[in-house]
T-cell receptor, first 114, second 111 residues
Framework: EAGVVQSPRYKIIEKKQPVAFWCNPISGHNTLYWYLQNLGQGPELLIRYENEEAVDDSQLPKDRFSAERLKGVDSTLKIQPAELGDSAVYLC????????????FGPGTRLTVT | TQLLEQSPQFLSIQEGENLTVYCNSSSVFSSLQWYRQEPGEGPVLLVTVVTGGEVKKLKRLTFQFGDARKDSSLHITAAQPGDTGLYLCAGAWNTGNQFYFGTGTSLTVIP
């Protein structure tokens, strides 16, 4: 079974530029999460989807961040414009959401804003 | 803001030593998880505990959930270099499937 796929793995951009990250969850997983992780710290939730509906986006900085999961499968997270403080690893995770507590994580996208 | 505090933040030990990592909060959890993350990878689930006082063992790892369900510990016996990584606890405050992660403990086991 294929795991959670994320691309790109690494991205370097200049501040004020836009950037987008893509995630393909495990097949059949209805719940999808986007997290931000700073070096050596725990992941912080940005947004959670149940199918195509965003059920928790309270921590998403909506002035510059946006996300979509149009068909309830893969998802895109966008930052526009990027700031220096956005440098971090962006993790995507999925779970079956059927009484299962386990989240399966992708390898993440490491973003560097210069 | 992360409401789950882990200690210590960093830990460097020799192979064969024992260690304990703590996860604390002022809130009561419905369930708590422990993950391990290696560099360049996403976290991988080790265990989920749901009952106060529950103890689970996974080979050399022992996980305990506090009686009041506000804290947890991870004990590793005879640490090996392969145990090196970032250990994360994650707690859920209701019966939903949203877990919030702790601050993390970075463990280095020196051969």
């Amino acid at each position: 079974e294929a795991g959670v796929v994320q691309s790109p793995r690494y991205k370097i951009i200049e501040k004020k530029q836009p950037v987008a990250f893509w995630c393909n969850p495990i097949s059949g997983h209805n719940t999808l999460y986007w997290y931000l992780q700073n070096l050596g710290q725990g992941p912080e939730l940005l947004i959670r989807y149940e199918n195509e509906e965003a059920v928790d986006d309270s921590q998403l900085p909506k002035d510059r961040f946006s996300a979509e999961r149009l068909k309830g499968v893969d998802s895109t997270l966008k930052i526009q414009p990027a700031e220096l403080g956005d440098s971090a690893v962006y993790l995507c995770a999925s779970s079956s959401g059927q009484g299962s507590y386990e989240q399966y994580f992708g390898p993440g996208t490491r973003l560097t804003v210069t | 803001t992360q409401l789950l505090e882990q200690s210590p933040q960093f830990l460097s030990i020799q192979e064969g030593e024992n260690l304990t990592v703590y996860c604390n909060s002022s809130s009561v959890f419905s369930s708590l998880q422990w993950y391990r993350q290696e560099p360049g990878e996403g976290p991988v689930l080790l265990v989920t505990v749901v009952t106060g006082g529950e103890v689970k063992k996974l080979k050399r790892l022992t996980f305990q959930f506090g009686d009041a369900r506000k804290d947890s510990s991870l004990h590793i016996t005879a640490a090996q270099p392969g145990d090196t990584g970032l250990y994360l606890c994650a707690g859920a405050w209701n019966t939903g499937n949203q877990f919030y992660f702790g601050t993390g403990t970075s463990l280095t086991v020196i051969p």
